[in-house]
Nanobody
Framework: VQLQASGGGLVQAGGSLRLSCAASGRTFSSYSMAWFRQASGKEREFVAAISWGGGSAYYADSVNGRFTISRDNAKNTVYLQMSSLNSEDTAVYYC????????????????WGQGTQVTVSS
């Protein structure tokens, strides 16, 4: 599975942004998908994950209620809708894929995409 993230950019605090991650391969619907982020000088951290069928989703406490992860298996794409952004959301965002969602949440993923930069200006 190859993952291509897009949608990053510069946004003002309080604004919204939607990230997309397009996957290649016919087995996309078999994978749980997730978003992680890494701010400058910090370790990569979990943001959100969604099960293969979309029935379960998990969020980091820091984004719960502001971010929404979703997927369209017909389009082999996973999304991250981000709202009420603040400066602490500034980071490179990575999409990831793995079989078991609880392992994905823990960072044990099978595939990583390249990152997309999100910068929130205050």
């Amino acid at each position: 599975v190859q993952l291509q993230a897009s949608g990053g950019g510069l946004v003002q605090a309080g604004g919204s942004l939607r990230l997309s991650c397009a996957a290649s391969g016919r087995t996309f619907s078999s994978y749980s998908m997730a978003w992680f982020r890494q701010a400058s000088g910090k370790e990569r951290e979990f943001v959100a994950a969604i099960s293969w069928g979309g029935g379960s989703a998990y969020y980091a406490d820091s984004v719960n209620g502001r971010f929404t992860i979703s997927r369209d298996n017909a389009k082999n794409t996973v999304y991250l809708q981000m709202s009420s952004l603040n400066s602490e959301d500034t980071a490179v965002y990575y999409c990831a894929a793995g079989i078991y969602i609880h392992e994905v949440v823990a960072g044990k993923v099978d595939y990583w995409g390249q990152g997309t930069q999100v910068t929130v200006s205050s």
